[in-house]
């Protein structure tokens, strides 16, 4: 009996060669872990349209897979890239709405003591980060994965997550204490 | 800083995140199928503007060729005669040699 890694390797084999089936036998595969990058995020209302360009865009670049990683963190890779596009381009349209403007002065209103009303504020901050900073924080706090890890699906270096990380939080906390989250 | 609004929010939100996360994670077979048959489509489109592009190089290409081979093989020479250049209805009078 082949292994799961022999299995999914004989799947990627065929789905590089154009396999329409195992392209989705590959998704059932890999499919949960794509999901749980984009569910950390996504905005909830937002969720199934980029879970569906991320699994596009692994399929439509599967061709490129080199096998000296698993196709698990080649995928989670093309995701993250994805999410990250795709909240630029979210952050785009934002800032070209005047519903930007009814946020921050959503932002203003609520310095009240409710936590509820707080964690909103974070959430809006968080969302206004670049998306490159925003995922750092995604992956070191909710995802919790490794600095190494970090820097190996940003393609980025062990010291520049550590200093970046520590910056994004210091300007989070700035931009929190001028809200009054103090 | 411990113990600050922010602080308290944002482990809130690490919490409520990871509840999130930690949802049983399973992709239908719908999404599937529906992602799969999209990124066909979007291979196939991405190929024909490919095949559009080489049409268009191997166009550009043939008509600087083709330039090349008539200026350097068939060494037209062109004799304009000394018309007054304000002068264009006198430019069917060029004479074109050696062709």
């Not at chain 1, 937002?46 to 599967?62: A, K, P, S």
């Not at chain 1, 999410?83 to 921050?104: A, G, I, V």
Request: proline share 3%; hydrophobic share 40%.
């Amino acid at each position: 009996m082949p292994g799961r890694n022999e299995k999914i390797d004989e799947l990627v084999a065929r789905a590089i060669s154009g396999d329409a089936e195992a392209w989705s036998a590959v998704l059932k595969e890999i499919g949960p872990t794509l999901e749980g990058i984009v569910r950390a995020r996504a905005p909830r209302e937002l969720v199934d349209d980029w879970r569906h360009e991320v699994l596009i865009r692994v399929l439509v670049n599967i061709k490129r897979f080199r096998s000296d990683s698993p196709i698990e963190h080649w995928a989670s890779q093309i995701a993250v890239r994805t999410c990250q596009d795709l909240h630029r381009h979210q952050l785009r349209q934002k800032r070209k709405t005047p519903e930007n403007k009814y946020d921050n002065q959503q932002l203003e209103a609520k310095k009240t003591n409710d936590y509820i009303a707080d964690r909103e504020i974070v959430e809006l901050l968080l969302d206004q980060l670049e998306p490159e900073d925003r995922d750092l924080l995604i992956m070191l706090d909710i995802e919790q994965r490794s600095v190494a890890e970090i820097a190996s699906l940003l393609n980025r270096s062990l010291s520049w997550v550590k200093v970046r990380a520590h910056r994004v939080r210091k300007r989070l906390r700035k931009w929190a204490d001028q809200r009054g989250l103090n | 800083m411990t113990g600050s609004r922010f602080d308290t929010a944002w482990k809130h939100i690490c919490m409520k995140r990871k509840a999130t996360l930690s949802e049983s994670i399973t992709l239908n077979e719908k999404l599937i199928e529906e992602a799969v048959q999209d990124a066909a489509m979007r291979i196939e489109v991405k190929r024909q503007q490919r095949r559009d592009e080489q049409l268009v190089w191997l166009g550009a290409f043939t008509a600087i060729a083709a330039t090349v081979v008539f200026a350097v093989f068939l060494n037209p020479t062109f004799e304009i005669p000394n018309v007054d250049p304000i002068s264009l209805s006198d430019v069917w009078y060029w004479e074109v040699s050696s062709w």
